[in-house]
């Protein structure tokens, strides 16, 4: 069974930094594309970044382009997202997701999602 | 502001037929990708429920269906049960924005 868990999520200052992770299971890490999508509190969901299997190429919304970096350690079957310059619009509850392929196309949809990890950017 | 517009929300009784709308224009739905659509009850990850337009995951009810047809597409639910009362986002790609995008979703009441 594919199981994915996110981890990082805390309260954090505005403009402070944060790297969430994402632990998989259940499937070939490495062969997996992998995505972030975030949901806001009473919000719909967003697209953030999404990794290719080998790590190689990446794809970030505006939104986050130059703040944020989407990583991942094959050896550790562990997906990452690094936030820096973190905003109050930032605050949202971050989700992990299984690409269907082994590099995210247009095609691409998610299956399966983590439970999410909440961040909150407030002083 | 989302790319792919949803209904806020839809309703209908138990047993009937309803439809959510997504509509995209010629830099996503209309550029010819696809189309798929998730689940999402309060306080739970989204579940995929259509993939690739009109495909279901085994487990998924058949009387989940999805279409898609020029700049949009649509989600069916027939035979409506209490336990489908939940949220639903469509998602594709959009060439202009070079990103995946989702629908702002629409809540659907049984009522």
């Known amino acids: 069974e594919v199981q994915l868990l996110e981890s990082g999520g805390v309260l954090v200052q505005p403009g402070g930094s944060l790297r969430l992770s994402c632990a998989a299971s259940?499937?070939?890490?490495?062969?997996?594309?992998m995505t972030w999508v975030r949901q806001a509190p009473g919000k719909g969901l967003e697209w953030v970044s999404s990794?290719?299997?080998?790590?190689?190429?990446?794809y970030y919304a505006d939104s986050v382009k130059g703040r944020f970096a989407i990583s991942r350690d094959n050896s550790e079957n562990t997906l990452y997202l690094q936030m820096n310059s973190l905003r109050a619009e930032d605050t949202a509850l971050y989700y992990c997701?299984?690409?269907?392929?082994?590099?995210?196309?247009?095609?691409?949809?998610?299956?399966?999602w983590g439970q999410g990890t909440l961040v909150t950017v407030s002083s | 502001q989302s790319v792919l517009t949803q209904p806020p929300s839809v309703s209908g009784a138990p047993g009937q037929r309803v439809t959510i709308s997504c509509t995209g224009s010629t830099s996503n739905i209309g550029a010819g990708y696809d189309v798929h659509w998730y689940q999402q009850f309060p306080g739970t990850a989204p579940k995929l429920l259509i993939y690739g337009n009109t495909n279901r995951p085994s487990g998924v009810p058949d009387r989940f269906s999805g279409s898609k047809s020029g700049t949009s597409a649509s989600l069916a639910i027939t035979g409506l049960q209490a336990e489908d009362e939940a949220d639903y986002y469509c998602q594709s790609y959009d060439h202009n924005l070079s990103g995946w995008m989702f629908g702002g979703g629409t809540k659907l009441t049984v009522l």
């Open positions: 990794i290719s299997g080998s790590g190689g190429t990446t």
């Open positions: 997701a299984k690409d269907n392929g082994y590099s995210p196309t247009p095609l691409t949809w998610f299956d399966p």
């Open positions: 259940g499937f070939t890490f490495s062969s997996s594309a």
